[in-house]
């Protein structure tokens, strides 16, 4: 996108509360990864038309998209997942200073052993995947047996920096979660059970919708 143009689309952004805007100078100054702002907004705005009752998130950190959510869909209920313990401790606590702890339950531990515990929760209309970008196609594998008929589940990171378009990557360390986001990509957008667009917002987002029929036209 144009700078020009992003600037101004990003000039009417909603305004966050100070919760918010506090927990986003923390991520910047410890490197937390959260949503950036195009691409969260836009997630939510798709999220205010599906009008999920439950969202199951993969990748809590602080807190900050788990809370964004519930702040845009006051009668949803949030179960969310993270490994990092001390950040799943930051984010209870996040969580109980917006006075939400009742409507976001935190599951802490590894997303690929806890199923039986998300299934408890279960089911969902909604899924948030962002987590460990390699595991993508194994957390999307895994869960989306939980969603509803008509659920939809939503990728983020999906452009990696716009990595994913490069015909080659020389950092090693990239290479292969970049090869693993191709691969994801390119398989979301063979399954016949999903229909799948790709949103060049942020880092891009992919909105993966359930269907229950083969795709046509």
């Known amino acids: 996108m144009n700078e020009l143009v992003r600037q101004y689309v990003e000039s009417f952004l909603p305004p966050r509360n100070e919760l918010l805007r506090e927990l986003e100078r923390i991520a910047e100054k410890d490197n937390v990864p959260i949503m950036e702002p195009m691409s969260i907004n836009v997630m939510l705005q798709i ?3 599906q009008n999920p009752a439950r969202i199951l998130e993969i990748g809590t950190a602080i ?4 809370l964004r959510m519930a702040y845009a869909l006051p009668a949803t209920k949030i179960v969310t997942i993270e490994l990092d313990e001390q950040r799943a401790k930051e984010a209870i606590q996040n969580f109980q200073r917006a006075g939400l702890e009742a409507r976001i339950a935190l599951l802490g531990g590894n997303a690929l052993e806890l199923f039986d515990e998300a299934a408890a929760f279960g ?3 909604a899924i948030f995947i962002d987590a460990a970008k390699g595991q993508y196609m194994n957390f999307f594998n895994m869960y989306s047996k939980l969603l509803t008929n008509n659920g939809c589940v939503y990728s983020d990171n999906v452009l990696f920096k716009g990595l994913v378009a490069e015909e080659s990557v020389e950092n090693k360390r990239l290479k292969g979660i ?3 986001l191709k691969e994801y990509n390119q398989t979301l957008m063979e399954k016949t059970d999903f229909i799948t667009t ?3 917002v942020g880092d891009g987002l992919a909105v993966s919708k359930k269907i229950g029929f083969h795709r046509s036209g």
């Not at 807190?63 to 788990?66: E, F, K, Q, R, T």
């Open 47 to 49: 999220m205010r038309i």
């Open 63 to 66: 807190g900050y998209s788990a």
């Open 123 to 125: 089911p969902y209309d």
């Open 178 to 180: 970049v090869k693993k």
């Open 198 to 200: 790709i949103i060049p």
